[in-house]
């Protein structure tokens, strides 16, 4: 290949990649607006954000990143062109003899590093947003299931439900368009707006990974092992997810669908599920109430306290004198 084919294809390379980084820069573009919680076709760029975390995620990718790589792809084909100009066989038909520039080497080593440092103190610092959850409000987990998702609300005493993917001809019945198709389930995750919800992730087989953009959520779902992820969703609506983890052949069949509604709703839907609003104490467990009786006594302060049931007992064995007690009264009276 020639010096002009090689130069043509240089320049060429660095203005694709170039139109690249200034379309990723730029907001969604499509056909229509966007669309909250789930994806717009022809779109390029992150969903609108509905949580606090993917506002910061936003702010990470749109003001940090972003113009970062612009700035070093505009650097990167200014030098390609120059090179290529100044360079050439042409413009410089005899070439230098020198091959190292110790000026020229210790900046393109220590640049770099400035700037990965700058990055990762913004990376730090969104990354503990992640992990400071706040006071949760709500506890919901979920489990991946080759191919399905299964959740469980612990608090409100609603047993686990199973997540399947809305089949293709239930989505009219709905009243849903066929573009949330591989996208709705059966059985959503619900709910309530503006509150804390911690999500304890798990598998029950193989790696799946729990994934909704519009929340920044995704975090791997690991047999034997609890990740837990958090997000408060700031407005109503339904949003939706997928796992993004190759778990399988119907790894496209596991949507992930969160509906946000307003504490009423949540309530009456909780009612629907047989859960109950109020959290259930240690006395209301299973087997609680038996051992309170045969103790004679409720319990609850040792319980509340969190106490390692260790007074328990001592009811019981209080309580074996008095029956021992009845029978040697018995000949007495006779």
Request: charged share 15%.
């Amino acid at each position: 290949m020639g010096m002009g084919t090689r130069a043509r294809a240089i320049v060429g390379g660095g203005l694709t990649a170039l139109s690249l980084a200034v379309f990723a820069a730029t907001p969604a573009l499509a056909s229509g607006p966007e669309r909250m919680g789930q994806p717009t076709p022809g779109g390029i760029g992150l969903q609108p954000a509905a949580s606090p975390l993917k506002v910061e995620a936003h702010h990470f990718h749109d003001l940090i990143l972003m113009p970062i790589i612009t700035l070093i792809t505009l650097l990167v084909l200014g030098l390609i062109i120059w090179i290529v100009i100044r360079y050439n066989k042409k413009s410089n038909p005899v070439p230098a003899k020198w091959s190292h520039n110790t000026m020229i080497e210790v900046i393109w080593t220590i640049v770099p590093v400035l700037i990965l440092v700058g990055i990762s103190l913004f990376s730090f610092r969104l990354l503990f947003a992640y992990h400071d959850m706040p006071t949760p409000d709500l506890t919901v987990k979920a489990t991946g299931n080759q191919w399905n998702w299964a959740y469980e609300y612990p608090d409100q005493g609603i047993a686990e439900y199973v997540s399947n993917m809305l089949p293709e001809d239930k989505l009219a019945e709905r009243g849903l368009s066929h573009d949330v198709y591989r996208l709705a389930a059966d059985e959503p995750i619900v709910v309530p707006v503006g509150k804390t919800v911690r999500v304890l992730v798990t598998a029950a087989d193989v790696i799946h990974a729990f994934a909704l953009p519009a929340f920044g959520l995704k975090v791997d779902a690991v047999p034997g092992r609890v990740n837990e992820t958090w997000f408060r969703a700031d407005r109503t609506g339904t949003f939706y997810g997928q796992c993004s983890e190759l778990c399988g052949v119907d790894h496209a069949f596991m949507p992930i669908e969160i509906r946000v509604v307003t504490q009423a709703e949540f309530e009456a839907w909780v009612a629907s599920k047989g859960g109950s609003m109020t959290p259930k104490t240690a006395a209301e467990a299973p087997g609680g109430t038996a051992a309170q009786a045969a103790a004679g006594t409720t319990g609850a302060p040792t319980v509340a306290d969190g106490a390692v049931a260790v007074p328990a007992p001592a009811a019981p064995v209080a309580a074996t004198p008095a029956p021992a007690a009845a029978p040697a009264a018995a000949p007495a009276a006779q």
